[in-house]
Each structure stands twice: as structure tokens, then as C-alpha cells.
């Protein structure tokens, strides 16, 4: 009996006598489980290397993913300009083409741009020709409006495998992941949100890091996504972490 497992299975045949299936079923376990951790973990380096935060532990970059949103990112921007803050905005190509205003307004107010994909796939399981797609289609649709090259990239989910980083360099753009969250996709309050960054950026100061803080002011389903708690919890944490220095990820290059 020949079992393979698939994806983040590029590993293992099954053995096919009996004697052998124990020992060779745990090896493709772990081989897909190591794999998948690769794939998924944003701190995972086994795929390639990706920015996350240097040994700085007092800077932090506030990073959104899934804008421009009409419904959360101008209300956003006001925060950030009220407290002096630049940050790193991951767009979707899609939602760009839809709101050019918008991504300029976020342009003009200082903050850094960088590519999201065009529609938000998990990368890790696509073609290389859709990740090619993926990508150039957003940073044409990010350069049309902006007028300059976006030079940083976040893969949807943090989800990539070789081909995806080896894309994205050759595009002249450094892939960027993060080591604190929100976790801000779920219905919770701007308060919550903020409990989940600050134990994120505590822990990552204990080790002597930096910290790249991942928000979202968008949702990937289409643009009205309710994002006005993230909102709130980037006014607690800009609060909270005044004594800290707020970079955008160009920083930590």
C-alpha cells in the first residue's frame, strides 16, 4: 500500500509491509507537521528568510492587513495622525483599484504601502503561475495609483512556500511576517484586541526583540469590513507604548 500525503505532505510514501507502517505513518506525520509549520508559523524561517523584528525591543511597527476599507482606514489614519504615527499598510490589489483615493490619502499622510495579493488565496497551496498573478496584479494596481514601486510584501494568512518568497524577491519586494496579533478577525472589543498585542509585545521584549504588531483595518471578503475596534485598541496601544518608538517595517531592513 503506497498512502502519500499531500502538500505540506511533499514527503513520504507509506511503507507497504505491515512491519514498517508504524515507524513510517510517524514519519509522514511529523515530515507533514514540520511542513505545515513551515508553511503556516509566521516566525518560521525553514521557506526562505522573511522580516519580522530585529533585536529592538522597544520599537514597534503597527502593520494593517486587508485595507484600504472605507469603513475603518480614514478613521484610522485620523488616530495615527493625532498621535504622529507612521505605520505599514498591507493592501489588497483589488480593493485599491476600488478606493485609488484612499490608498493615496494613506501615501500622503506618510504611512509605508505594501503588497497584499490581488484577491486574498492561501499562497501556500497555489500554482506558481497564480502566485505570479497574485502578486503583479497587486503591486500594478497599488503602482497605478501611488506612482512609485512597492518594495514589501505580506503573503494572506502569513501562508507561503519557497516559490512564493522567490516571487516576491524577484519582484524587488522583502517579504515581511509579524510576532504579535490582535487577533482582531474575530468579534472582539478594541480592549481584547489590545490584552492580545500587549502579552505579544511582552513576551517579544523579554527575548530582546522588536515588535511587529499585526492589525487589520480591512476584511478580505469585500470592502465594509466592522474594523472600527481595531481602531480603538491602535489608541490604547499607541497610548500604552508611548515611551516606545513606532517604526514602519523600512526600519528594520
Not at 31 to 42: I, M
Not at 71 to 91: D, N, S, Y
Not at 161 to 166: D, E, I, M
Request: charged residues 20%; contains cysteine; proline residues 5%.
Amino acid at each position: 500500500m503506497n498512502l502519500r500525503i499531500d502538500a505540506f505532505g511533499l514527503a513520504a510514501s507509506l511503507a507497504p509491509s505491515a512491519e514498517l507502517w508504524g515507524a513510517s505513518a510517524l514519519a509522514a506525520v511529523a515530515a507533514g507537521g514540520t511542513l505545515a509549520w513551515a508553511a503556516l508559523s509566521p516566525g518560521s524561517q525553514l521557506f526562505g528568510r522573511t522580516l519580522i523584528a530585529p533585536a529592538r525591543p522597544h520599537e514597534l511597527a503597527l502593520t494593517y492587513d486587508d485595507g484600504p476599507n472605507p469603513a475603518a482606514t480614514p478613521q484610522l489614519l485620523e488616530v495615527l495622525a493625532r498621535h504622529g504615527v507612521k505605520a505599514t499598510f498591507f493592501l489588497i490589489g483589488g480593493f485599491a483599484t476600488q478606493c485609488p483615493a484612499l490608498v493615496r490619502e494613506i501615501v500622503q499622510a506618510g504611512h509605508l504601502i505594501g503588497n497584499h495579493t490581488m484577491t486574498h488565496p492561501w499562497l501556500a497551496w497555489q500554482s506558481e503561475r497564480r502566485i505570479r498573478e497574485e502578486l503583479m496584479g497587486a503591486s500594478a494596481a497599488i503602482e497605478d495609483v501611488i506612482g512609485e514601486k512597492v518594495s514589501w510584501f505580506r503573503a494572506p494568512h502569513g501562508a507561503r512556500r519557497p516559490v512564493v518568497l522567490q516571487v516576491a524577491r524577484e519582484m524587488g519586494m522583502t517579504p515581511v511576517q509579524w510576532n504579535a496579533m490582535g487577533y482582531d478577525w474575530r468579534t472582539i472589543t478594541g480592549d481584547e484586541i489590545a490584552s492580545h498585542v500587549q502579552r505579544g509585545v511582552e513576551r517579544n521584549q523579554r527575548g530582546g526583540r522588536g515588535s511587529n504588531i499585526l492589525l487589520h483595518d480591512g476584511g478580505h471578503l469585500g470592502l465594509g469590513a466592522s474594523r472600527l475596534e481595531s481602531v480603538k485598541a491602535t489608541e490604547l496601544l499607541i497610548e500604552r507604548y508611548r515611551a516606545s518608538r513606532f517604526v514602519t517595517v523600512d526600519a528594520w531592513l
